[in-house]
């Protein structure tokens, strides 16, 4: 793969909402990576943040219409970014890598970690308490704002990929060969619940307490209506890795390899493949509103959405 031969440094501006893209539909940009981008996050409708490999982080002030590089001063891959508001964020990464923010991103710190395995996702319900799952069953804890962290027992050696939580109590989290755990105490004790597949589980989202939903390899899609006692498996009409997974109102949006992505229109009931100028993995995906969303993947894809 051919380098970044520019310094993460250094400044740099690209306008990925030049031309306005026809309604309904997903646009290409490219700005000009190689690198894979792994994950975005907007905590607000104008500040947001992706994160991917080799160290790379980008942040937006203006909704995405310019992107500049952030200096992470590490070299690893990056695959997950939260966060809590315009200012305080964290990012966690490949052989435990665990970066903190608390100035929007002028300064990435790197906190010293327990763990030496792969980080792959990041959750905090305030400024002091978040969680971290990675390989081989880890779970992570902190309660001082991500200064400091401690294990916290999942009891599996499986690969956790993603979590989510509802409030400071409730949470889930999935991983691999259908595992899914829950929490009711904010994770003093996690639970197994079963999936009803082995196949690899990549994210989780809750709308509400009671509606949920996963998405996973082999074009699975998830669905729970009770809170997670049991997930049923809802058509998805593909059999690509499905990865990313969003919702704005009655609307949600899932992305994954070969250039997916799907559309629901009646609350994730059903759902749609929809035209992409692209066959690449997307890998994750961000709706700002109901109307302007970005999607973003392997080598540096970006896809825009805009709807008049």
């Known amino acids: 793969m051919r380098t970044l031969t520019l310094a993460l440094g250094v400044t740099l501006m690209w306008s990925v909402f030049a031309r306005p893209a026809p309604a309904q539909s997903w646009e290409l940009r490219r700005l000009g990576f190689t690198q894979s981008f792994n994950a975005i996050h907007f905590p607000t409708k104008e500040h947001g943040w992706i994160v991917g490999d080799e160290g790379l982080i980008l942040h937006t002030a203006d909704r995405g219409v310019s992107w500049q590089v952030q200096t992470s001063s590490v070299r690893t891959n990056l695959n997950d970014v939260f966060f809590i508001n315009k200012r305080r964020g964290w990012i966690v990464g490949d052989r435990g890598v665990i970066l903190l923010t608390t100035d929007g991103g002028q300064r990435w710190a790197s906190v010293a970690s327990v763990v030496e395995e792969d980080l792959y996702s990041v959750w905090f319900h305030d400024e ?10 880890i779970i992570l804890f902190t309660d001082d704002g991500g200064r400091s962290w401690i294990r916290q027992i999942s009891g599996t050696d499986e690969y956790l990929y993603h979590l989510y939580f509802e409030n400071e109590r409730l949470g889930w989290v999935v991983g691999s060969r259908g595992t899914i755990l829950y929490t009711e105490n904010g994770g003093r004790n996690w639970l197994k619940r079963s999936s009803g597949t082995q196949n690899d589980l990549f994210r989780v989202s809750f709308r509400d307490k009671k509606r949920g939903w996963i998405t996973g390899s082999r074009g699975l899609i ?35 390899w070969e250039g997916t992505i799907l559309h629901s229109t009646d609350e994730g009931k059903t759902w749609t493949r929809v035209p992409t100028p692209t066959h690449e993995r997307i890998y994750a995906i961000a709706m700002r509103d109901d109307r302007e969303g970005i999607a973003i993947g392997r080598r540096g894809l970006m896809l825009v959405y805009r709807r008049p």
């Open 128 to 137: 002091k308490r978040g969680w971290i799952v990675g390989a081989e069953g």
């Open 222 to 256: 998830l669905h729970t209506t009770d809170g997670g006692k049991t997930w049923m498996p809802v058509p998805s009409g593909t059999e690509h890795i499905l990865l990313g997974l969003t919702f704005r109102k009655k609307e949600g949006w899932i992305v994954g």
